[in-house]
Antibody, heavy 119, light 107 residues
C-alpha cells in the first residue's frame, strides 16, 4: 500500500532552517509528483510547491520563492522540503502529498510534521 | 492566481441531513477540482477529483458536481463520521489553491 512517512517534529529558532523528509513506499517513487502543503494551527491548507521526483523539476508558490527548496534522493525514495529564514508565522504542520493518477490533485498524504518556530 | 470562495465556512447539521458546500473560482478551471475531508489532528483525505469522480473507497453518499467556475460537494445523508472540515482545491493552474474550508458541525 502507498505510504508517505515524514520525519519527526522540529523546534527551530527564528532565522534558522528546517528540512523535512518524506519517505515513499508502495509505489514507484519517480512516477508521481510530490506536493508540499502546510497548515497553521486552526487554519486552512496552503500549497507550497511541487517536485517531479524523476526529473527533479520544481515549482514553488511565489510566497515561498527564495526560501524553499524541494529535493529528492531517488535511491531511497525520499523527498525533502527545506525552508529557510524561519519566522514565527512558519509554525505549522507540513505535509508531503502525492499527486494522483489522473491529475495533480492529492491522493495520498504524509502524516504531517509539526515545525515550531520560537525563540 | 485563481482565487477560490468556499461557502459556508460553518455548517450546522444533523445526522441524516443533506448538505451542500459550494466552491466558486475567480476564473474557469474546467473540471480540475478536488474535494478533501479533514478530521482534527489528521491529514486530509481525498473524496472527489475531476469535480465529480469519487475516489475509490469513498462512500456513495458523497458526490460532486460543476465545471468552469462553480462547484458543489453534496453529502446526501450525513453520518456521524462526516462531521469534519472540507476543502476544495483547484489543480488547473499554478499556484494550486485551496478553498478556505467548511466545518460541518453537529447541530
Amino acid at each position: 500500500q502507498v505510504q508517505l512517512v515524514q520525519s519527526g517534529a522540529e523546534v527551530k529558532k527564528p532565522g534558522a532552517s528546517v528540512k523535512v523528509s518524506c519517505k515513499a513506499s508502495g509505489y514507484t517513487f519517480t512516477s508521481y509528483d510530490i506536493n508540499w502543503v502546510r497548515q497553521a494551527t486552526g487554519q486552512g491548507l496552503e500549497w507550497m510547491g511541487w517536485m517531479n521526483p524523476n526529473s527533479g523539476n520544481t515549482g514553488y508558490a511565489q510566497k515561498f520563492q527564495g526560501r524553499v527548496t524541494m529535493t529528492r534522493n531517488t535511491s531511497i525514495s525520499t523527498a525533502y522540503m527545506e525552508l529557510s529564514s524561519l519566522r514565527s508565522e512558519d509554525t505549522a504542520v507540513y505535509y508531503c502529498a502525492r499527486a494522483g493518477d489522473y491529475g495533480d490533485y492529492v491522493d495520498y498524504w504524509g502524516q504531517g510534521t509539526l515545525v515550531t518556530v520560537s525563540s | 492566481v485563481i482565487w477560490m470562495t468556499q461557502s459556508p465556512s460553518l455548517l450546522s447539521a444533523s445526522t441524516g441531513d443533506r448538505v451542500t458546500i459550494s466552491c466558486r473560482m475567480s476564473q474557469g478551471i474546467s473540471s480540475y477540482l478536488a474535494w478533501y475531508q479533514q478530521k482534527p489532528g489528521k491529514a486530509p483525505e481525498l473524496l472527489i477529483y475531476a469535480a465529480s469522480t469519487l475516489q475509490s473507497g469513498v462512500p456513495s453518499r458523497f458526490s460532486g458536481s460543476g465545471s468552469g467556475t462553480d462547484f458543489t460537494l453534496t453529502i446526501s445523508c450525513l453520518q456521524s463520521e462526516d462531521f469534519a472540515t472540507y476543502y476544495c482545491q483547484q489543480y488547473y493552474s499554478f499556484p494550486r489553491t485551496f478553498g478556505q474550508g467548511t466545518k460541518v458541525e453537529i447541530k
